[in-house]
């Protein structure tokens, strides 16, 4: 199907994941006539980190040149969980960057307890004892970019660098001056949805939305849902770009 819309949209994915995990959500919006793509993070899938450059800052600037490397038209961008942070942070750090902002399951409340409880997750040796399908299939998904355990190392001390000091903050949201959809799954285990809707609340333009019974894994989440998202964003985006 043709391009139905002037934006395009850059679909970020989540911690653990890449940019093929996220090819069903890309198919899905190129099938209802929207140009999208996925974007790959550093660490992750088949791109390894430069520099030591693992850090929300440094996804942040990764998102943000991807969004300019698409062309004239600012695009719509879809964050899912932790891409949704990399997404927001690029729009504060960088304004004008996105046309409309869409997140799933992303925890944008950090606290050192959040941070700590989450990074102790992240141990190679028990998911590979408790759940070895699991760490079979990250193995497979990041063989390119150093190995799924570096990543779970890496991912867990992200995780405490944003417990102590949250890039996002009530004062940064003022800079986020496009729409912002923010999508929680009510039967999402990973994030709390006042947080949420109070994160939300701060935004110039944002606002929060709680999908019945959706889980937090984006496998499970009915794409349906995040394509009309997606398109009622984009449908926004053109409105507010015509004189």
């Given at each position: 199907?043709?391009?139905?819309?002037?934006?395009?949209?850059?679909?970020?994915h989540?911690?653990l994941?890449?940019a093929?995990?996220m090819?069903?959500?890309v198919?899905?919006?190129r099938?209802?006539?929207?140009?999208?793509?996925?974007?790959?993070?550093?660490g992750?899938g088949?791109?390894?980190?430069h520099?030591g450059?693992?850090t929300?800052?440094a996804?942040?600037?990764?998102?943000?040149?991807?969004?300019?490397?698409?062309?004239?038209?600012?695009p719509?961008?879809f964050?899912?969980?932790?891409g949704g942070?990399?997404?927001?942070?690029?729009?504060?750090?960088h304004?004008?960057?996105f046309?409309?902002?869409?997140?799933?399951?992303?925890?944008?409340?950090?606290?050192p307890?959040?941070?700590?409880q989450?990074?102790?997750?992240?141990?190679?040796?028990?998911?590979?004892?408790?759940?070895?399908?699991?760490?079979?299939?990250?193995?497979a998904?990041?063989?390119?970019a150093?190995?799924?355990?570096?990543?779970?190392?890496?991912?867990?001390?992200?995780?405490?660098?944003?417990?102590?000091?949250?890039?996002?903050?009530?004062?940064?949201?003022?800079h986020?001056?496009?729409?912002?959809?923010?999508?929680?799954?009510?039967?999402?285990?990973?994030?709390?949805?006042g947080?949420?809707?109070?994160?939300?609340?701060?935004?110039?333009?944002?606002?929060?939305e709680?999908?019945?019974?959706v889980p937090?894994p984006i496998?499970?989440?009915?794409?349906?849902?995040?394509?009309?998202?997606?398109v009622?964003?984009?449908?926004?985006?053109?409105?507010?770009?015509?004189p």
């Amino acid at each position: 199907m043709s391009n139905t819309f002037a934006a395009p949209v850059l679909v970020v994915h989540g911690a653990l994941g890449s940019a093929t995990q996220m090819a069903p959500v890309v198919d899905a919006l190129r099938a209802a006539g929207v140009t999208a793509s996925a974007l790959e993070l550093p660490g992750h899938g088949n791109t390894p980190v430069h520099d030591g450059a693992f850090t929300m800052a440094a996804f942040a600037d990764h998102v943000a040149r991807a969004a300019w490397a698409l062309g004239d038209a600012r695009p719509v961008c879809f964050g899912y969980s932790m891409g949704g942070y990399a997404a927001l942070l690029a729009e504060q750090d960088h304004p004008g960057t996105f046309a409309a902002i869409v997140t799933l399951g992303t925890m944008l409340t950090w606290t050192p307890e959040i941070a700590t409880q989450g990074a102790a997750r992240l141990d190679p040796d028990t998911v590979r004892a408790k759940v070895p399908a699991f760490a079979d299939q990250l193995a497979a998904r990041h063989a390119g970019a150093g190995g799924w355990e570096l990543l779970m190392g890496r991912t867990a001390r992200l995780l405490r660098a944003l417990g102590d000091a949250p890039p996002l903050s009530a004062a940064g949201a003022a800079h986020i001056a496009c729409p912002v959809t923010c999508l929680v799954g009510s039967r999402d285990d990973s994030v709390v949805f006042g947080d949420t809707a109070a994160f939300a609340a701060a935004l110039p333009r944002g606002h929060a939305e709680l999908l019945d019974g959706v889980p937090h894994p984006i496998e499970k989440v009915p794409l349906d849902r995040i394509v009309a998202t997606l398109v009622a964003a984009l449908v926004a985006a053109t409105s507010d770009a015509r004189p």
